[in-house]
């Protein structure tokens, strides 16, 4: 049960990963359709996913998974894998399996991307979180299991006391192979690329584009003329935010030629603009690990990143690519470095390219070691992955 596709989020490439692990794996599989509102791949009404169309392809994408059922077609032997926990219609399956035999009820996962569990998450901005707490509650009802994408998010489904089996799939979805043949031919040099810094996170609050505006200025005042640079926002629709004023502050430090803005890129444009950038750099609140830096890191970009929830296990506590959170003088001291020279590229995308395998053993039974239902689960989260 995937995601509908979406030229400026990662969703178009989602399933092309996901079938590719999958064959790879020899699993027979299925994936279950919805329709589509529109043909645009847009986000019109919202910011992570449109509003109408993430409900409408959900719904008929459950109306089609339901008919499966009623047919005989899914079975007690059959594993319902949902991408996002939060699926429009999600009701039918408790309504309908507490009324069929037991051979006729699969075992049900649902991936969860962040929720009301996450303060920074856009459910809190737009006022959905009394509604949607409730709703989590009862598909922690009668899934299997949620899976996690890192240990920290472990700690806030714990904390708002779910109690379904929740594993730890250390990363999100990704295909490495995929992204990386994208680009023809070599990887271009580091010393040959420009002096760009990039960021490709949404231009919304809790990504703190603020914070990226504060080290552009300062960077400009302490090193504007000895190490000038090109600071860019690399954007795969028209640059929007869910905060007025970062536009305002966006379009004055563009005037004042400071920053460039890419928007309204194609995928491959985005990755060859990658492939001649030096650093990507985040400093958002809750990405939850970031399909940007494994599409950096797979491309040869270094990337930095704030020391923060999960980024720490995502860079396996590597101290060079971590900075202290909203330290703007430890962020520029990074960034100096990471201009420079590259910095192991390649470990980071190499973990989570093997975040789908870890998927598939959790649900085939064989990733128990990614369980994390004992009292003492936050050992985990000092521990280095790779």
Not at 217 to 224: A, H, L, S, T
């Amino acid at each position: 049960m995937g995601l509908e596709p979406y030229k400026a989020r990662y969703t178009l490439q989602l399933q092309d990963w996901n079938e590719a692990v999958f064959k790879r794996r020899g699993i027979n599989y299925e994936i279950v359709t919805g329709e589509t509102l529109s043909n645009d791949q847009a986000i019109v009404t919202g910011q992570v996913l449109d509003a109408h169309g993430r409900t409408y392809f959900g719904m008929s994408q459950l109306m089609n998974l339901v008919k499966k059922m009623e047919a005989g077609e899914v079975t007690n032997e059959d594993v319902v894998y949902f991408e996002d926990m939060f699926q429009p219609g999600i009701e039918s399956l408790p309504y309908i399996l507490n009324q069929v035999p037991d051979n006729l009820r699969p075992r049900i996962f649902v991936r969860c991307l962040a929720q009301s569990i996450d303060p920074d998450d856009f459910v809190h901005v737009w006022g959905m979180s009394k509604w949607m707490g409730l709703y989590e509650k009862m598909v922690d009802s009668f899934v299997d299991a949620v899976l996690a994408s890192n240990e920290e998010m472990v700690m806030h489904m714990k904390i708002a006391g779910w109690e379904a089996p929740i594993y730890n799939i250390s990363g999100l979805a990704f295909g490495k192979e995929e992204v990386r043949s994208r680009v023809p031919g070599e990887l271009k040099p580091f010393d040959q690329r420009a002096m760009r810094v990039g960021f490709a996170a949404r231009w919304d609050q809790e990504k703190q584009p603020d914070f990226y505006m504060d080290l552009i200025e300062e960077w400009n005042r302490q090193y504007g003329d000895s190490i000038p640079v090109e600071f860019c926002i690399f954007s795969g629709a028209k640059l929007k935010s869910n905060n007025d004023s970062y536009m305002a502050r966006t379009r004055d430090l563009q005037q004042r030629g400071l920053l460039t803005i890419y928007e309204d890129l194609e995928k491959n444009d985005y990755y060859d603009l990658l492939n001649d950038t030096r650093v990507l750099f985040n400093c958002a609140l809750q990405d939850w690990v970031s399909n940007t830096v494994s599409e950096a890191d797979t491309l040869g970009a270094n990337v930095l990143y704030p020391a923060y929830r999960s980024f720490p296990e995502t860079f396996a506590n590597d101290h060079n690519r971590l900075y202290i959170p909203w330290s703007l003088d430890d962020a520029m001291t990074k960034l100096k470095n990471l201009l420079k020279w590259n910095h192991n590229t390649g470990d980071i995308s190499n973990w989570t390219n093997g975040t789908i395998d870890r998927i598939v053993d959790i649900l085939e039974g064989n990733g128990e070691q990614w369980r994390r239902m004992s009292t003492d689960y936050r050992k985990h989260t000092h521990e280095s992955k790779y």
